[in-house]
């Protein structure tokens, strides 16, 4: 028999929120993250790195979009709560997308940031 996964409290979820997860916030029993994107197709791109990120965990979130943002809610509907399942692929989500290799200093350059062509996430900075 699978052990019981620990289900925390809100209070507890908003600390941990605070400390590893500040753009996320906890609503109506979910974690959630708006992700800004620039168009249409970086609302896929952002779409399909979660979707990727959830089949790999095998913990899947609540999705939904439009044309220029996508919200990620997760909570293990099993646990009927937040555990860390939801915290650990949170974030893994946070950043795979929130990336900028061309901050980095590496010989990945990134997106062009003076070429709106490319521009598809909105970064948090």
Known sequence: MA??????????IESRLKAELPHWHLE???IRRKY???SWKGTLMVINTV????EAAW???DLTASYAWVEVRLMNHAAKGITDKDFQLAKKIEDVIQWQPGKEGGALEGTPPSDPRFAYVKYDS
């Open 36 to 38: 800004r994107t620039n």
């Open 51 to 54: 979707g990727h990120l959830a």
């Open 59 to 61: 913990h899947h979130p």
């Open 28 to 30: 109506k029993g979910w």
């Open 3 to 12: 052990e019981k996964e620990t289900v925390y409290s809100d209070e507890e």
